[in-house]
């Protein structure tokens, strides 16, 4: 006899991504799957000295319970910067501290989502959102892009159409997995938009640090009038993922919510993690420490775009990130990056097709490229050899 | 106009455990509330040594992403334990590693509950197991206990007369908030009920290694012929609680469904704190670590249960256990013990009302009493003015 699971159970399937992750542990693959930060540029040294001095300082406090909201130094920092970089106004009352960003997506869920309500989302999205949210028994729809952003009259006609739209989940700045940045006029016109249809929304962030080029845009929060807007971010790109700090902000009525979800949840985050970053960025600059990082990967953005343009076909699409880990490529409509992938594994070659990123549709004709995890000269090879498994695949399929 | 929040937000409210917390963080309150283990235990300079040979040897590793399911080495390290201690049958495949045991809760939410579904559980249990299943929208029946454990006749009554009964959740060794510990007779039974009425069965044991006297008994689950238990497990209570790492164990196939769940729900834990715990039990003697934990508390337990006949009136009962963190006590039955907390913390004692920890009743008239969090002449001087604020309102209250 079998145990009786959640109903949810029946749709909550492996991420593609965490099991292609599986795969290429090994060391003779080359992978443009998972959205891994390089980890030759983790402050090693750094946070090693970081940590003595907490332990030695502070040990029982960092290694003892300490509340859910978090470490109060740290999320005061957080929201300093976020005033500073994304021109919101929160205090340290308006952070709590996830377990990643990731973590803001699953309290998300829980504090908004019932069975059957719905959430809008770019086409296509973070796929692990698609997941996060799914667990809740949401449904998706699916909101076009262009090279702006969300479309917003289709937005605008979705909301005037639908009840049960509780989020609005975005992804505005360097996208995953597109790589596009949406423009001001988006920004503005997302945050009146919500306001109007008083729907909340999610502004997950967790690249914008990270831009190579261009000018940095204020964030969708910045216009909320209405107090509906959401805003993740994480340590996890900026600094090492390995910790799993991350931060949900929004209106402290709302926080507060959250609050009590996560105490339900798993209590609160890791104690010392939290004062190793806090200390960390008292220490250490880390603005110095992320121009380190936008050099390294402007310069494998560089060699990526300029590799799909010599080694892929010409039928192909892609982006031209700004900023961010990822590029996207279209292929021509009847090519299937699944089918693409089999091959290339055979060739130590692994990439994250684009299906599992579109929560209703299935655009099997697309795939995602991190360019953020390896050197330049591995890059350059793994896109040659994919280039010439894309053609053959292609020629074979004429 | 207001934002429309999931339907469980209406019952998810504050943990009376942690907001209580907050006034105790000021020095002078003596606290018997919360379970915070004694921080002047924890191995700071031990863990700092381990840490720096982690990042020095396995730096990169260590900060980056890890799997969803954990760190291999710390998966075997806790399979071995279990199967030492616990008569289980486990290697790592049967380990997921979670935020602290609280998340196997949660998680445990997720894999098995719809709304409306039953939960069955101990009266009273653990207040954060309530707030982790009620997330998902269930109900409760709570189960009457004994000096043995959950009475099984009742159990199996409740069982035969109520569908939709999806997890049996108990802590059967030095239980929470009770301090009582299961009889193996009845570790046996619920192995056989929850088998014969193909239930889930949810073995919480984060004391389980603190025993000061007694025999230790094998856990529910090397009964299990079903497949149909799950325990979790914790190093909070034996290493510190700041990593948040724990466990949840079962078979295989269900363990899948845990790890599918997590995915979505956060990726992964803490990737530097489960090698940092991995390496310190390859480096240290954990076991006489333990020792001089269970040392420290049994004197704390017999001062604490000392005072408790010394200064408090006649007419209340209390539990006598063999390990762990909590005794609990009982009023008369027309006293309240919140009435009693606040009379108490004006003279800088806290503890916890017992009426949290009933999931549908109300006994008012009961407290839980941790000793482990303070030295014994505080633990006196503290029971010494509550017996003396217990009297006072007695004799008031008459």
């Not at 973590?103 to 959102?129: H, M, N, R, W």
């Not at 992804?171 to 997995?177: D, K, L």
């Not at 050099?295 to 799909?308: F, L, P, T």
């Not at 010409?314 to 292929?331: D, M, Q, S, V, Y």
Request: aromatic fraction near 10%; charge should be negative.
């Amino acid at each position: 006899m079998k145990l009786n699971f959640a109903k949810r159970m029946s749709h909550i399937k492996a991420s593609e991504i965490r099991e292609i992750l599986k795969v290429t542990e090994q060391e003779d693959v080359i992978s443009f799957a998972g959205g891994l930060p390089a980890p030759e540029l983790f402050p090693i040294d750094e946070i090693n000295q970081i940590n003595q001095i907490v332990l030695k300082e502070m040990g029982t406090k960092a290694l003892q319970y300490t509340t859910t909201e978090g470490y109060p130094p740290l999320r005061e920092w957080i929201a300093q910067r976020m005033n500073e970089r994304l021109g919101t106004t929160f205090d340290k009352d308006n952070i709590l501290i996830t377990h990643g960003s990731q973590q803001g997506l699953d309290l998300s869920g829980k504090v908004f989502l019932d069975e059957g309500d719905i959430v809008l989302c770019e086409s296509p999205t973070y796929l692990a959102a698609i997941s996060a949210f799914k667990a809740y028994g949401c449904r998706f729809i699916e909101i076009p892009t262009d090279e702006e952003g969300m479309v917003m009259n289709v937005l605008e006609d979705v909301l005037s159409r639908n009840s049960h739209i509780k989020l609005i989940y975005v992804i505005p700045t360097f996208q995953n997995p597109t790589g596009k940045t949406w423009s001001l006029e988006r920004r503005k016109k997302l945050a009146e938009l919500s306001s109007r249809y008083n729907v909340a929304v999610i502004e997950d962030n967790p690249y914008g640090e990270l831009r190579f080029e261009g000018e940095s845009l204020p964030s969708i929060k910045s216009f909320d009038t209405a107090g509906n807007i959401l805003c993740t971010g994480s340590f996890s790109k900026i600094f090492c993922p390995g910790f799993r700090i991350g931060w949900i902000a929004g209106d402290k009525d709302i926080i507060r919510k959250y609050v009590l979800v996560k105490q339900g949840t798993d209590l609160q985050c890791n104690t010392i993690a939290q004062m190793t970053i806090a200390e960390y960025l008292k220490h250490y600059d880390i603005d110095k420490h992320i121009g380190k990082i936008v050099e390294v990967y402007k310069k494998r953005r560089d060699i990526a775009i300029e590799c799909i343009r010599r080694y892929f076909p010409e039928t192909i699409k892609f982006t031209h990130p700004e900023g961010g880990l990822f590029t996207w490529i279209e292929l021509p409509e009847e090519i299937s990056a699944r089918e693409i992938l089999e091959k290339s594994l055979e060739k130590k070659i692994a990439f994250v097709p684009g299906g599992s990123f579109f929560p209703t549709e299935n655009k099997e004709n697309t795939f995602r490229i991190n360019y953020s995890n390896m050197p330049e000269d591995r890059i350059e090879k793994g896109l040659k050899i994919l280039g010439e498994v894309i053609k053959e695949y292609i020629s074979q399929s004429e």
